[in-house]
């Protein structure tokens, strides 16, 4: 990519924003500079990526053409009204803080573009699921930009403002709730004779074929269902039962728990 790109806040979610574009041939070491409150974070960083690190948040906004937002929701506030980090017209603020929405980080830098993105931690194996929304005065390329950025981490899907609630529990949360799974499937598994690591890596790579399947299949995932379940066989079984269970009630009610915490945290602020 030409621009760019600062990140304020190089912890977890930057790191890996920042190894996946880098592995990815996004962007290149030299076009990538950061900022971030410690120097054993600073030192980490340079060393690591080779990109290059400040102190302060207005250092790498200098740098860039693209900003992304990445610190905690409860230090954004002190980043614009106590740092007074103000941006440039040139500038896309990129941003992936949880809770905040466009119109306030709008009252933070008036007359800039903003974008929202809810990416998730999978970012980490650059197997992210983001959803993003776009301000009122960005463009076709500002939303181009995002795009060129996420989809290259995973998978990115552009939507509303409003719908940012729901893609925080349909990817953002979700794989807590899978991970839980996995857990209990290995537990099972080795309770049947089975190395546990082998049974949670067996049911892992499952899951990552079953995901797999649905995003390349073309089939839904009720026609995969019955595509494994052969009558009088085997996974009919577990399917019946998870049915008796409400197993797939429990998950729609936990996504709901999550966007309703989300919609939560919003008002609260
Ligand atoms: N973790 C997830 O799964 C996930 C998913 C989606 C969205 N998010 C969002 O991503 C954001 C970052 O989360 P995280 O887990 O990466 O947080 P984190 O690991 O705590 O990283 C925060 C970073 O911000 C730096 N920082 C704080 N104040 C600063 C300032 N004034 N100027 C420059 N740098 C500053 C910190 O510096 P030091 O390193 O020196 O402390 C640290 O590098 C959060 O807003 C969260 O809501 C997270």
Known sequence: MRSRIGFIGAGRMAEAMIKGLIDEGVYTPDGISAAALSESTRDRMRETYGIRMHGRAAEAAAEADVIVLAVKPAQVRGLFEEEHLVLEPRHLLVSIVAGIDIRTLETYVPGSRVARVMPNHCCMVTSCASGYAMGAGTTEDDAATVEGIFSPLGLSKRVEEDALDAVTGVSGSSPAFMYMMLDAIAEAGAGFGLAREDALQLAAQS??????????????????????CSPRGTTIEGVKLLREKGFEQTVAEAVTASVRRSIEMKRVG
């Open 207 to 228: 899951m990552v074929g079953a995901g797999k399947m649905v995003l390349e299949s073309g089939m839904t995932p009720e026609q995969l269902v019955d595509g494994v």
